[in-house]
């Protein structure tokens, strides 16, 4: 279902809005509603993350939002139980660090596939650390999102598009998730560095918080990924405030 959603948008001349949410936040409840309507708001894939204890990659928003929804008893499972109860009418790619999967035993793969989810992206799981987890992760259910950085040299790049389907997450700046003011000054290079040996759709994320950035972004990759700034909007004002940015960015995307 990913790689078709993917398809049909590069097929339409679009480009992909991908919004990341963390499972059970602010509440469970929410959590449901807002998976379930994000794709109406125009939300292409949905990312949506587990809740980890010790999220290294996040920035204090996500990391946060990750916190608030432990402290309220989501699991992984429970986590797969929401995205069941909302079915989203959008792919959703599992969004993971390798503990809480690993943790979670290995039919977890399947279980997420049964609740609804068509891919996994694992932040913390670099191309040839693990061949034997890569494997079990590249051969499930699921499509297996790759993570590229900026710093990424080219060949390896190549090695990392190689082993990924669905799309390539490109990291548009080094650090933490978090909110920023502007888009880095050499993501055009990145982007066309990627491109030259890779021929899955390039989403760009980390970073992109406004309407006019996301539109920015869009003229140079395949879609935008949307993390901090959907979930601090909801954190301060809610589902309805969150659907509303993410309207926001569709248009702006549309409208490019």
């Known amino acids: 279902m990913l790689t078709d959603r993917m398809r049909a948008l590069r097929a339409e001349g ?12 602010p509440t469970p409840a929410d959590s ?28 204090p928003i996500i990391q946060g939002s990750s916190q608030r929804a432990l402290a309220q008893g989501v699991t992984l ?29 290995p039919g977890v793969l399947q279980r997420a596939h049964d609740a609804g989810v068509s891919g996994v992206l ?19 259910p699921l499509e297996f999102v790759r993570l ?10 190549a090695e990392i598009a190689k082993h990924g389907s669905g799309f390539v997450y490109l990291i548009s700046r080094l650090g933490v ?15 066309a560095r990627l491109r030259s ?13 406004t309407p006019e950035q996301a539109r920015s972004v869009a003229t140079l990759a395949d879609g935008v990924v949307v993390g901090s700034a959907l979930v601090q ?19 702006a995307l549309d409208a490019r």
């Open 233 to 251: 909007t909801l954190e301060q004002q809610g589902v309805d405030a969150a659907l509303a940015l993410v309207r926001d960015i569709r248009a």
């Open 177 to 191: 998730t978090g909110v920023h003011q502007g888009v880095a000054a050499d993501l055009g290079e990145t982007i």
């Open 14 to 25: 679009r480009r992909a809005l991908v919004c990341y949410v963390t499972a059970g936040h």
């Open 77 to 105: 499972e429970r986590a797969l139980a929401i995205i069941a109860e909302a079915r989203p009418a959008a792919p959703v790619v599992l969004f993971s660090y390798l503990n809480p999967l690993m943790k979670a035993g």
């Open 122 to 140: 694992v932040t913390d799981l670099p191309v040839a650390a693990d061949p034997e987890r890569e494997a079990w992760l590249g051969g499930g």
């Open 32 to 59: 449901v509603r807002l998976i379930r309507e994000l794709p109406a708001a125009g939300c292409d894939v949905l990312e949506v993350g587990i809740p980890f204890s010790d999220p290294l990659a996040d920035g």
């Open 148 to 157: 590229v950085a900026p710093t990424t040299p080219r060949e390896r790049m």
């Open 197 to 209: 040996v890779c021929d899955l759709p390039i989403c760009v994320g980390f970073g992109i918080s």
